[in-house]
């Protein structure tokens, strides 16, 4: 049973505009969220994060927002760029055990 | 540059033949990790190693063990391999389950 969706398999957004990545989740036992992103023939590697404490977490160009009460996350890219154009994966995980749920993905191409 | 190594890359084999996938690390990180991705869908942990600890996903099937002989190696086996095990197989480490985790580039697994 997939505990973590991402909606929308792809994204086209273009160069210097906002990229909104949407990601839902079931299990209210989930307190950390993580997005990574994956270029093709790479693994995933670690974008940012947040804790169930906080609902905005920012790192340079990459903003994620958590809203708890609607068991939802987003993930902000201002000002898109060429190099952003990847596969992004939102997971998350609980205390009890740690172990990564992940969505499946959303295909994001920026366009010049 | 620190990292995790899994080889091959790509791997074809025929259908029951048994196949084993490889992956290292440079990290020296606690926590070896498989996850099967099929296409377009999410990364699903198969099983996982807390040191010499196995920890097997209650829905992973029997077909598929790991094995991991020291802190930097961990295999995976897949013992008489189905058209459904055809699939990108992800090798992943932490240096603890709470902490961030690192992928390797995958194995993608193509069974005849």
């Known amino acids: 049973d997939q505990q973590v969706k991402q909606n929308s398999p792809s994204l086209s957004v273009q160069e210097g505009r906002i990229s909104i990545l949407n990601c839902d989740y079931t299990?209210?036992?989930?307190?950390?969220f993580l997005w990574y992103k994956k270029y093709p023939a790479e693994g995933p590697t670690f974008l940012i994060s947040i804790s169930s404490i906080k609902d905005k977490n920012e790192d340079g160009r990459f903003t994620v927002f958590l809203n708890k009460s609607a068991k939802h996350l987003s993930l902000h890219i201002v000002p898109s760029q060429p190099g952003d154009s990847a596969v992004y994966f939102c997971a998350a995980s609980s205390t009890n055990d740690y172990k990564l749920s992940f969505g499946a993905g959303t295909t994001v191409t920026v366009r010049a | 540059d620190a990292m995790v190594i899994q080889n091959p890359r790509y791997q074809v084999t025929q259908f029951g033949k048994p196949v084993t996938l490889s992956c290292s690390q440079t990290?020296?990180?606690?926590?070896m990790y498989w996850y099967q991705q099929k296409s377009s869908q999410a990364p699903k942990l198969l099983f996982h190693?807390?040191?010499?600890?196995?920890?097997n996903e209650a829905d992973t099937p029997d077909n598929f063990q790991s094995r991991r002989p020291n802190t930097s190696f961990c295999f995976l086996d897949i013992r008489s391999p189905g058209l459904g095990d055809a699939a990108m197989y992800l090798c992943?480490?932490?240096?603890?389950?709470?902490?961030?985790?690192?992928f390797g580039p995958g194995t993608r697994l193509l069974v005849l």
């Open positions: 992943a480490t932490s240096r603890s389950p709470q902490e961030t985790q690192y």
């Open positions: 990290l020296n990180h606690n926590v």
């Open positions: 190693y807390y040191d010499k600890d196995f920890n």
């Open positions: 299990n209210s036992m989930f307190d950390y």
